[in-house]
């Protein structure tokens, strides 16, 4: 589970929610993203960037699993953004959120202002990039995007795509069942999860904006891993998460089934 906060207060239980779900091997199953985009207020960015960096640097990030969304390359705020961000706290950065992605041209732009900037601040590091997808240009490209390096994950920005259309898909399908339905958003998140998978990265699923509803999100991360292929799905409020977490495990017959194959397998000595 991706999780989204936008101001210092959600950010701070984010972490502690953060902690309730280690995994054995000592990572978390639900990443941070600190939003510097949509969820943060106008005109208070260079506020909200300066509390990022204490948070990024802060003990309670005690994972490292924290990543930040920066506003759009085509916003003069961007590169403000990652030069803030690298410049306080460059070396603890789990991943940039870039949205609006529409070409690799663009991303690997952004890459280089990344890399310039981490070089300027003496950081021997790769930050790894998770590109939102949002409009029908990113839809065509999607195979370049999904083979840079320096993607991990593609994230499908459900109600920007549906926006940018102008009306052309009708707003009740931002959530369910319409946006498992309609044919044209069937389609593109199938493209998403297709190219995530067939690059060895992450197909990252739109949130459920039915935030009275937690028991929505998980019958929508179901849907979405179970149909489509998606392995992580973004939530945007704290009951979500057990809920998205859930619906994106395998089942208990699944894990018995693994569990007998891999026994069977060792004791005849992998043969």
Same mark, same amino acid.
């Given at each position: 589970?991706? &999780?989204?906060?936008?101001?210092? =207060?959600?950010?701070?239980?984010?972490?502690?929610?953060? !902690?309730?779900?280690?995994?054995? $091997?000592? *990572?978390?199953?639900? $990443?941070? *993203?600190?939003?510097?985009?949509?969820?943060?207020?106008?005109?208070? !960015?260079?506020?909200?960037? =300066?509390?990022?960096?204490?948070?990024?640097?802060?003990?309670?990030?005690?994972?490292?699993?924290?990543?930040?969304?920066?506003?759009?390359? *085509?916003?003069?705020?961007? !590169? =403000? $953004?990652?030069?803030?961000?690298?410049?306080?706290?460059?070396?603890?950065?789990?991943?940039?959120?870039?949205?609006?992605? *529409?070409?690799?041209?663009?991303?690997?732009?952004?890459?280089?202002?990344?890399?310039?900037?981490?070089?300027?601040?003496?950081?021997?590091? =790769?930050?790894?990039? &998770?590109l939102l997808i949002e409009t029908p240009d990113a839809i065509k490209n999607i195979e370049e995007l999904a083979q840079l390096p320096c993607v991990r994950s593609l994230d499908f920005g459900l109600m920007d795509f549906i926006s940018h259309l102008g009306g052309a898909i009708s707003a009740d399908c931002m959530r369910s069942p319409g946006q498992f339905n309609h044919p044209l958003l069937r389609n593109v998140k199938e493209t998403i999860a297709l190219a995530a998978l067939r690059n060895n990265k992450i197909a990252n699923h739109n949130v459920t904006v039915e935030v009275r509803k937690p028991e929505q999100a998980y019958q929508d991360a179901f849907k979405a891993r179970h149909d489509f292929g998606f392995l992580r799905m973004w939530s945007i409020h704290p009951e979500q998460v057990p809920h998205i977490i859930r619906g994106m495990m395998p089942s208990a017959d699944e894990i018995r089934e693994a569990h007998e194959i891999l026994t069977a397998a060792r004791k005849a000595n992998w043969g």
């Open positions: 589970c991706e &999780h989204i906060a936008g101001n210092e =207060k959600f950010a701070r239980k984010a972490f502690e929610l953060q !902690e309730r779900y280690v995994h054995p $091997d000592g *990572t978390s199953l639900v $990443d941070i *993203t600190l939003d510097l985009e949509d969820g943060a207020p106008v005109g208070n !960015e260079e506020s909200l960037r =300066k509390a990022f960096v204490s948070l990024i640097n802060a003990p309670e990030n005690r994972l490292r699993q924290a990543g930040v969304r920066v506003h759009a390359p *085509t916003s003069s705020l961007c !590169e =403000k $953004d990652i030069e803030a961000l690298i410049q306080g706290a460059g070396a603890r950065i789990a991943y940039i959120t870039i949205p609006k992605v *529409t070409n690799a041209r663009g991303v690997q732009w952004i890459e280089g202002v990344i890399s310039h900037y981490l070089a300027r601040a003496g950081i021997e590091r =790769k930050i790894p990039l &998770h």
